[in-house]
């Protein structure tokens, strides 16, 4: 049992768009910032976007993916748009710093041509 769960994920044309959701408690939500990271198959995981004193993205997805959080939710978001097939991969969850929680399934993004 880890203390978030990843959801969202799914199959989508290149172009398209998804939101990721990423629930937790409010403890955790209200005493970390968060970010997305994203592991593709055969390569290690790296960082997508990252909740900070300025949001942080990745160069590969600037201008396409947004995270943002829902305080009454306890949940934290990235919305992806323009989809290409290179972000195909399974997104995960975590705070935007070390130490990091235990790391869940996260959610597949699959992004066809």
């Known amino acids: 049992q880890v203390p978030l769960a990843e959801s969202g994920g799914g199959l989508v044309q290149a172009g398209g768009s998804l939101r990721l959701s990423c629930a937790g408690s409010?403890?955790?939500?209200?005493?970390?910032?968060f970010a997305w990271y994203r592991r593709a198959p055969g390569k290690q995981r790296e960082l997508v976007a990252a909740?900070?004193?300025?949001?942080l993205y990745a160069d590969s997805v600037k201008g396409r993916f947004t995270i943002s959080r829902d305080i009454a939710k306890n949940t934290v978001y990235l919305q992806m748009n323009s989809l290409k097939p290179e972000d195909t991969a399974v997104y995960s969850c975590?705070?935007?710093?070390?130490?990091?929680?235990?790391w869940g399934q996260g959610t597949q993004v699959t992004v066809s041509s």
């Open positions: 909740e900070s004193g300025d949001t």
């Open positions: 975590n705070r935007a710093a070390r130490p990091y929680y235990p």
């Open positions: 409010e403890r955790i939500f209200s005493t970390n910032n």
